[in-house]
Every structure is written in C-alpha cells, then in structure tokens.
Nanobody
Framework: QVQLVESGGGSVQAGGSLTLSCEIS?????????MAWFRQAPGKEREGVAA??????YYVDSVKGRFTISRDDDKNTAYLRMNSLKVEDTAMYYC??????????????????WGQGTQVTVSS
C-alpha cells in the first residue's frame, strides 16, 4: 500500500524557518512521479504551494524566494524548505503525487495521492 508521510511541521515565530519532509513508501516508483506541496488554512481551500519534477520546480507567487522544494530520489523523499515564514503561512501542509503533465498549474485536482498533513503555525 502506497503511503505518503509528512513530517517536520511545528510552531515558529515569524521570520523563522522549517523544513518539511514527505517520504513515500509502499512500492511506488517514486522517480516516475512529480511531487507537490499544498496547504490549507482553516476556512480556506487547499492551495498549491510548490511542485517539482522533470528537473523543474514551480511555486505559488506568495512563497517565491522564501520556499524551496526539492527531492531525494534515493530516499523517496520530497522536501519543502521554508524560510522567512509569515503568519499567513500558517496552515496544514500536505504533500502529494501530482500529474507531471499538469504540474505547473498546482491544482489539487491533479494530485492522485495525499499524505496526512503536518501542521505549521507561525506566530507574530
């Protein structure tokens, strides 16, 4: 059974940093998939944050220059390094496998598998 497990969330003050990890297990040919991070704040829709695949990465405008997505294919793990965190970055963060053909759109409908989420809370 394929599983995506996020870790690394927590509580930080504004301006701080966190690195989220997403490990895939269960026999998925990880290297053939594009990976994405989404987030969802209370009362809001799930928002695409970043995606990586095919040697290219994509970011929503609000995180450009602050967040970096990466992947380690040997470890079947994707990462999201978050610097200069803002209060408005507070959300549950989810990783997922996203269609490589539609990766640039960062749309939740293009994600086939989701992790359980990890909470990020940024205080002022």
């Amino acid at each position: 059974q394929v599983q995506l497990v996020e870790s690394g969330g927590g509580s930080v003050q504004a301006g701080g940093s966190l690195t989220l990890s997403c490990e895939i297990s269960g026999g998925l040919a990880y290297i053939n998939y594009c990976m994405a991070w989404f987030r969802q704040a209370p009362g809001k829709e799930r928002e695409g944050v970043a995606a990586v695949g095919g040697g290219t990465s994509y970011y929503v405008d609000s995180v450009k220059g602050r967040f970096t997505i990466s992947r380690d294919d040997d470890k079947n793990t994707a990462y999201l390094r978050m610097n200069s965190l803002k209060v408005e970055d507070t959300a549950m963060y989810y990783c997922g496998t996203i269609s490589c053909l539609r990766i640039s759109g960062l749309q939740a409908d293009d994600v086939s598998r989701w992790g359980q989420g990890t909470q990020v809370t940024v205080s002022s």
